[in-house]
């Protein structure tokens, strides 16, 4: 019985000593600039709009970041040139 309550004493100290330094580490990277969002990022606005899946590699893309190009009369959204141009090589 002694060995069960002193195993439940050291689990309770390492508990708090964890939720101590975890706090600790916490307020350290809050304050420190290097953790912070860089300014570029938060001035950007949040993307809106429809989201459509890039044909090629199955990624969804928002209207303002996707490439886009006819083909057949239909509009394809794209995440990126390099799937484009992979999406026009097949001849789809």
């Not at 912070?36 to 928002?62: E, F, I, N, W």
């Amino acid at each position: 019985m002694a060995f069960l309550l002193r195993l439940l004493v050291w689990a309770l100290a390492f508990y708090a000593a964890w939720k101590w330094l975890r706090g600790l580490f916490q307020r350290w990277i809050q304050a420190d600039p290097r953790f912070r969002v860089r300014s570029t990022q938060r001035d950007q606005p949040p993307l809106s709009g429809h989201m459509h899946k890039d044909p090629v590699c199955g990624m969804y893309v928002a209207d303002e970041s996707a490439i886009s190009q006819k083909h057949l009369g239909t509009l394809y959204y794209f995440c990126s040139s390099e799937c484009r141009e992979k999406f026009i090589s097949q001849g789809r």
